[in-house]
Every structure is written in structure tokens, then in C-alpha cells.
């Protein structure tokens, strides 16, 4: 196997696997608040975090930016947290344009931490070139992250048929839309898991 093709596919397990679960849920607080209709505006916020990660995981590689491993990890899930809040905040996203103009910033924000999560793992797998393996790595993690992201849609749209049926036999309530429903529920989720993860990595 070439040495892109290798580290192409590490970077692709290493977003797939259950020890990427901090990024992989960051990704279903980025997902959760659209519908396959708003497919335009997640893409621009899943691109502006792609662009996020992929810059800070070239600074940190090259040494161009040091990172600290234990805050950056510590970091992580107040992203997390910081998504799910800002989730539950903004109520109607279609008259908030405001929050369609600033949630693909916050996601490039966000995406320069995990970018600098992903470079610790990446730098100890190689000591002299580094253009190819992080191209593949790089490349590789985009790949699994549509991979998460497919499988996220298609999670969330399930979820939306079981609430759907559970308002029209009156077991949740049905004054709120499903897709409230949706983001209020598992942004709250969400927001304790990542909770309790930064308190379990607070580095003092």
C-alpha cells in the first residue's frame, strides 16, 4: 500500500471509530438543526469547519503553531457544549439571518480545536516528510467525516419519523414543531455529555 493510501486510512478510522466520539458528536451538534431542505446552509457550515480543522491540523504538524495536548483536549468539548447552547438559543433560524451568517464562523472557529485534536494523533506517526501523509490523513479524515455525516442524516431523519408518530398518539408534546422537538432534545443531549467530558479533562 502507497504511503498515501496508508495514512489516508488512518485518518479515515480515526474519524470513524468510537474513540473520535467528541468530534463525531460536535458533528451532530453542527447537523441537528437542519432539515434535508436547508442541505445549503449545513454544507457551508460543515465546509467552514472542514477548513477549520484542515488549517490548524497543517500549523500543528508543521510546527508552525504549537499545541498543548492536555488544553486542546480540554477545549473539545466546550465546542461541543458551546454548539449545543447556541442551538437551544436561537429558536427561528429562518427570520435569525444573522445566525446564518455567523454559524459557519463558529464552526471554522471551532474547527481550528479539533483540527489541532487531530494533529496530535498525526504527529506521532511520522518523523521527516510530511506533505503526503498529511494530504492522505487530511483526505482521509473527509472521507469518513461524510461517512459520520450520511449516517447522521439518516439518523436524524428516523428520529423525526418516531417523534412524528409519538405526537399523533399525544406521547410528547404537539404544540412544538418535530423539528424543535428534535434540536431541543438532543441539543440538551448532547450539551451534558459534553458537559461532563470537560470536566473530566479540566487540566487543573
Avoid: C
Avoid at 438543526?33 to 457551508?44: G, P, S
Avoid at 492536555?70 to 429562518?94: D, H, K, Q, Y
Avoid at 408518530?165 to 443531549?189: D, E, I
Amino acid at each position: 500500500m502507497s504511503e498515501f493510501l496508508s495514512f489516508f486510512q488512518l485518518g479515515f478510522d480515526h474519524i470513524v471509530t468510537s474513540g473520535a466520539m467528541d468530534h463525531i458528536l460536535f458533528l451532530v451538534a453542527l447537523a441537528v438543526i437542519y432539515r434535508v431542505t436547508d442541505w445549503r446552509d449545513a454544507l457551508w457550515v460543515i465546509s467552514a469547519f472542514t477548513v477549520g480543522h484542515s488549517v490548524t491540523l497543517a500549523l500543528a504538524v508543521t510546527n508552525t503553531v504549537p499545541t498543548n495536548a492536555g488544553l486542546v483536549e480540554f477545549l473539545i468539548p466546550l465546542t461541543i457544549l458551546a454548539a449545543a447552547i447556541e442551538n437551544l438559543i436561537v429558536r427561528e433560524r429562518s427570520a435569525a439571518s444573522g445566525a446564518r451568517r455567523y454559524r459557519p464562523l463558529l464552526a471554522g472557529v471551532f474547527g481550528l480545536v479539533h483540527g489541532a485534536g487531530f494533529a496530535g494523533y498525526l504527529k506521532s506517526l511520522f518523523v521527516e516528510r510530511i506533505a503526503v501523509p498529511l494530504l492522505g490523513f487530511n483526505i482521509g479524515i473527509e472521507a469518513g467525516q461524510l461517512l459520520v455525516l450520511a449516517i447522521i442524516g439518516a439518523a436524524l431523519f428516523a428520529i423525526d419519523a418516531v417523534l412524528l408518530g409519538a405526537q399523533r398518539h399525544r406521547r410528547v408534546p404537539g404544540n412544538m414543531p418535530v423539528l424543535r422537538l428534535r434540536v431541543v432534545s438532543l441539543s440538551v443531549v448532547i450539551g451534558l455529555v459534553a458537559a461532563v467530558w470537560a470536566v473530566e479533562r479540566r487540566p487543573w
